[in-house]
């Protein structure tokens, strides 16, 4: 089996070095670098937006992982698109039509994610599963990262697997929020593809040998 991706979120990382703060997510031999939008609406907290994404593209080839947490993402497609992302997740619930919200991602050129947070369960995603290439499953309820994971979550994460082997569907699923030495094993057995990372990995005094205790962690 694949070992499980490590995404660590740039919600953690120091703002005022920000290139310093992706290469060392390069350097540390993690997967993805995951971005975390927030609008101040649809989550009680503010972020970053696609120029600074579009900053920060050339200073790493990983995967670029954003997620939104913006009302009515659909808005926002094509200049996120434009701006160097190669997933783009929308959530669930901030959507109305979520499938059109991801025709445009696909027709734009990237990876079309789905994020529910904790409130929300799987079946209002199970119509559309089919178009779906990252299922992001929110542990914590977003906004802020340094929460406990909430262990209820990880049902949504067997549930997931579970369909995906059923109806050969091709989407990877990730876990957001809380993820952290003692977390992730219990992440890996669920069997999640992507475990995204913020204060933990920010806060690790050696970053790479973080990720490599992660992935030691991750094997089960
Ligand atoms: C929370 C964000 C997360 C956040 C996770 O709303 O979606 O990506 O960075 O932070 P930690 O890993 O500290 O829980
Ligand atoms: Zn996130």
Redo the contacts with the bound molecule.
Sequence with gaps: TASLLIAP?M??ADFSHTAEEVQSINTSNADWV?L?VMDGMF?PNITFGPKFIHDLRPHSDLVFDV?L?IDQPERYISLFAESGCDYITVHGEASVHLHRTLQMIKSSGCKAGVSLIPSTPVSVIEPILDMVDLMLIMT?N??????SLIPAMLQKVERLAELRDKHGYNYLISV????NLDTVGEIAKKKADVA?????FFGAPDRAAFIQAMKERAQV
Excluded: E, N, T, W
């Design positions: 979120s919600l953690s995951h975390d989550v997620h947490m914590v977003p906004g802020f990262g340094g929460q957001d929020g809380g993820v995204v990372c913020g204060s933990a």
